[in-house]
């Protein structure tokens, strides 16, 4: 299940690569499962690359189920609806039944356990193809307004003995006969049919139509042909591509790529060649500042590495001057004699703190440090200090 996530996943990149509409929804994932020995089953409606394992295991395992099971013999469907105690129950309804020979038991009920193949809910998708609501079958019944000797009487009426199973259908005579005799066609095929179904919101699937054949495959008819000899087109990059070109690691790259912000990287570093100082700004200092509403704009950040290019700021200034940039501030620069403003704190500190470092020792270095850094942060790089 999990190479079945990586392949969407490598083409969802290649897609991104040629510049496709993106988000939730804008790519359409159909995902092709069948079991040795099985057909082909089409699941349609994937919109959450996350979900897909769990969705492929859980067909596969239905799939693996359906495959034990034998081609049932189903006997002829009967109008049971004049019988009076189930007349009583839905007076203005048609009735209708089959019995299916030796299925006992494999048509489940809520009380089912999770590995039960439930083939009652796989029969139930068939029959509201036609407009049927459900059906009803001898595994749950009774229940539904159904007592326990209109089960008894329906199973005389249709032949049933112990090992066997009936399905119920109830509604105007001529729709639930076309019901039922869906289901009926669909419980004599043998092992997984060949067919579309959709992913529901739980990570299952349900029965949506059969598998088209030869005859679905056709040219566009509304579209006229387009030649297209003449035309040059020019392959995008791969994401992958773009990711090995970046100088950083592969997990900065990837963030950038994904991000759609190598472009903007590549342009930086060509101008002033300091590739992991510009990653951290647009993977993490752009994104802190947008998040508190700051509005930084590339005018902003040129302006910025210019200065630290220059020896004018500090990298512990840059978040602040590109904030005072993008509010029309002037920029706090460095001060030419910042190193001896530095050295003269330390030394008026050490003077004031003589006593605790005496009883400290190295130990006193890191409650030093606090008072110094909070002074020139953003005035001095922490590692000159």
């Known amino acids: 299940p999990e190479d079945v996530q990586n392949a969407a996943r490598a083409l969802g990149r290649l897609l991104r690569a040629c510049k496709v509409k993106r988000g939730l929804g804008t790519i359409r994932q159909d995902v092709n499962v069948s079991i040795n020995g099985g057909e082909r089953v089409e699941l349609k409606g994937f919109q959450d690359l996350s979900t897909m394992p769990q969705v492929v295991e859980n067909e596969a395992n239905r799939q693996k189920n359906l495959s034990d099971i034998s081609k049932a013999k189903v006997g002829n469907i009967v109008d049971i609806g004049e019988l009076q105690s189930l ?7 048609g009735a209708m039944a089959c019995k299916i020979s030796g299925w006992k038991g494999l048509l489940g009920n809520k009380k089912s356990e999770k590995e039960h193949p439930r083939l009652g809910k796989e029969l139930s998708e068939y029959a509201k193809k036609s407009g049927l609501k459900g059906i009803m079958h001898s595994d749950e019944l009774p229940n539904y307004g159904i007592e326990i000797h209109d089960v008894e009487m329906i199973m005389k009426e249709l032949g049933c003995n112990e090992e066997d199973s009936f399905i119920l259908v109830l509604g105007e005579k001529k729709i639930a006969r076309k019901g039922l005799e869906m289901v009926r066609k669909r419980t004599e095929q043998e092992g997984v049919p060949k067919e579309v179904r959709r992913v529901t919101p ?75 100082l510009i990653s951290r700004i647009l993977l993490h200092t752009l994104p802190q500042l947008k998040n508190e509403g700051k509005n930084i704009s590339m005018y902003d950040l040129e302006k910025v590495l210019d200065l630290f290019n220059k020896g004018e700021i500090v990298k512990e200034g840059i978040q602040n001057a590109l904030i005072q940039s993008s509010n029309n501030e002037d920029i706090e620069k460095n001060r030419g004699n910042i190193e001896q403003d530095v050295k003269e704190f330390i030394n008026n500190l050490i003077n004031e703190k003589e006593k605790f470092i005496k009883e400290r020792g190295m130990g006193a270095v890191g409650a030093l440090m606090g008072p110094v850094m909070s002074k020139f942060r953003g005035k001095m790089d922490g590692a000159d200090i």
Do not use: C
């Open 87 to 93: 007349n009583s129950s839905y007076s203005n309804e």
């Open 202 to 276: 739980e990570g299952n699937t349900r029965f949506l139509r059969p598998m088209p054949g030869a005859s679905r495959m056709y040219p566009e008819t509304d579209i006229a042909p387009l030649n297209i000899t003449n035309l040059k087109i020019e392959i995008p990059k791969t994401l992958d591509e773009r990711e090995k070109e970046l100088p950083l690691n592969g997990e900065e790259s990837k963030q950038l790529v994904n991000g759609e912000l190598d472009y903007q990287f590549n342009i930086l570093n060509k101008i002033y060649e300091n590739p992991k």
